[in-house]
């Protein structure tokens, strides 16, 4: 079974550029979650989906960050324009309703210059 | 208020030894769950184990164990006969409640390296 997939692996921008990231869950997983990881701390979540729904994007700083979720599956996370704040390793994972473990994709690797 | 404490920035232990990597939490949920994450260098985070609030016996995934005491807000996870390829950055979380809905909460980390 294929894991969680994400493009691109990494990312180098200038400030004030936009940029997005792709992820695709595991087949089957109805939640989706985009985390950011800053260096040397763990990930923090940024918005998780139920199916195409938000249900949680509390902590998705809106005035330059969106997402979507078309059909349910593949999800789209944007920023614009980027800060050089914005440097970090985006990750996505996905979990089956009512299951406690989420699966991880290896993650965006986002450099802002 | 830090809700996962890892106070151990990082850790050296000999091959085939056994390791204690240390996590406390701080939550007024009666449910709640924790988990352990290893991130090798690669980046991806892989799940280890879970341990529920209202499980009775600790969880235990081949050489992982959770020594899960409830009462000391303490969830270690402990590694037996440790392999080069443990070495990782280990990431301990607690799935919390917020508005209705659930969310990781992780904490900062440890760096285990295992020595040959």
């Known amino acids: 079974e294929a894991g969680v997939v994400q493009s691109p692996r990494y990312k180098i921008i200038e400030k004030k550029q936009p940029v997005a990231f792709w992820c695709n869950p595991i087949?089957?997983?109805?939640?989706l979650y985009w985390y950011r990881q800053n260096l040397g701390q763990g990930p923090e979540l940024l918005i998780r989906y139920e199916n195409e729904e938000a249900v949680d994007d509390s902590q998705l700083p809106k005035d330059r960050f969106s997402a979507e979720r078309l059909k349910g599956v593949d999800s789209t996370l944007k920023i614009q324009p980027a800060e050089l704040g914005d440097s970090a390793v985006y990750l996505c994972?996905?979990?089956?309703?009512?299951?406690?473990?989420?699966?991880f994709g290896p993650g965006t690797r986002l450099t802002v210059t | 208020a830090q809700k996962i404490t890892q106070t151990q920035p990082g850790m050296f232990v000999q091959e085939k030894e056994a390791v204690t990597l240390d996590c406390t939490y701080d939550t007024s949920d009666p449910s709640y769950g924790l988990f352990w994450y290893k991130q090798p260098s690669s980046g991806e985070m892989i799940f280890l184990i879970y341990?529920?609030?209202?499980?009775?016996q600790n969880a235990t995934e081949g050489r992982y164990s959770l020594n899960f005491q409830k009462a000391r807000k303490s969830a270690n996870l402990v590694i037996s006969a440790s392999q080069l390829g443990d070495s990782a950055m280990y990431f301990c979380a607690m799935r919390e409640t917020s508005q209705g809905a659930q969310k990781l909460v992780f904490g900062q980390g440890t760096r285990l390296t295992i020595n040959p």
């Open positions: 341990q529920g609030s209202y499980d009775q």
């Open positions: 087949s089957g997983h109805n939640t």
């Open positions: 994972a996905s979990s089956l309703v009512g299951r406690n473990e989420q699966y």
